[in-house]
């Protein structure tokens, strides 16, 4: 009874490819938010969906492009990768309509671009 | 604007000592603070939170307040375990909506026996 699921867990690719991560909740949270987690630990927002309608999109390159196709699935495709997109990628949901901020993380994704 | 700053790690401990992880804020409005643990190669969970001035949050041993006059949310532990080894994270949610979270830079925690 995984909460926030994300697959693949790890991901290894060359420059200039497309790939694709999948989220999906089974919480029924209307909120989903895609984060990057750099080296460092730092951890930036990069969108957030409410009932599959964007709300927040962070300045992030237009080569990342969510897409949420129900309120459970927040996907998160990449075009064309460069070095720089190496990092780990966390999904998370909230149940924002009902007060309540807290955010349910997914196991992350590990992207390697070489 | 909104921000949190979080105190510099990385933190190491022996086993059983007290820990105190500094965490201030920037808020406009009344946010609501949380702390979030990452433990290695896992994700994010929430660990304690507090969602007005003067509310302690509390869980697993591990308690932060409030406080609205210092715009602080530090984290403490009376006696570290081993286990508590992990990546702790400061964040606040400025507004009623949740839109938007924020978090600190994390701050790493190291226990030795």
């Known amino acids: 009874d995984t909460a926030v699921s994300q697959t693949p867990k790890y991901l290894v690719t060359q420059m200039g490819n497309d790939k694709s991560i999948k989220c999906e909740q089974n919480?029924?949270?209307?909120?989903m938010y895609w984060y990057k987690q750099d080296s460092k630990k730092f951890l930036k927002i990069m969108f957030s969906?409410?009932?599959?309608?964007?709300?927040i999109n962070e300045t992030v390159p237009n080569r990342f492009s969510p897409k949420s196709p129900d309120k459970a699935h927040l996907n998160l495709h990449i075009n064309s990768l460069e070095l720089g997109d190496s990092a780990v990628y966390f999904c998370?949901?909230?149940?924002?309509?009902?007060?309540?901020?807290?955010?349910?993380f997914g196991p992350g994704t590990r992207l390697t671009v070489t | 604007g909104n921000s949190v700053t979080q105190m510099e790690g990385p933190v190491t401990l022996s086993e059983e000592a007290f820990l105190t992880i500094n965490c201030t804020y920037t808020?406009?409005?009344?946010?609501?603070l949380f702390w979030y643990v990452q433990y290695p190669g896992e994700g994010l969970q929430l660990l304690l939170k507090?969602?007005?001035?003067?509310d302690k949050g509390s869980n697993k041993g591990f308690e932060a307040t409030y406080r609205k006059e210092t715009t602080s949310f530090h984290l403490e532990k009376g006696s570290v375990q081993v286990s508590d080894s992990a990546v702790y994270f400061c964040?606040?949610?400025?507004?009623?909506?949740?839109?938007?979270?924020?978090f600190g830079t994390g701050t790493s925690l190291t226990v030795i026996p």
């Open positions: 808020a406009t409005g009344y946010p609501s």
């Open positions: 507090a969602t007005k001035a003067d």
């Open positions: 964040a606040l949610s400025p507004d009623v909506a949740g839109n938007q979270f924020y």
């Open positions: 998370a949901s909230s149940p924002r309509n009902r007060g309540d901020h807290e955010q349910y």
């Open positions: 919480l029924g949270h209307d909120t």
């Open positions: 969906y409410n009932n599959k309608e964007l709300i």
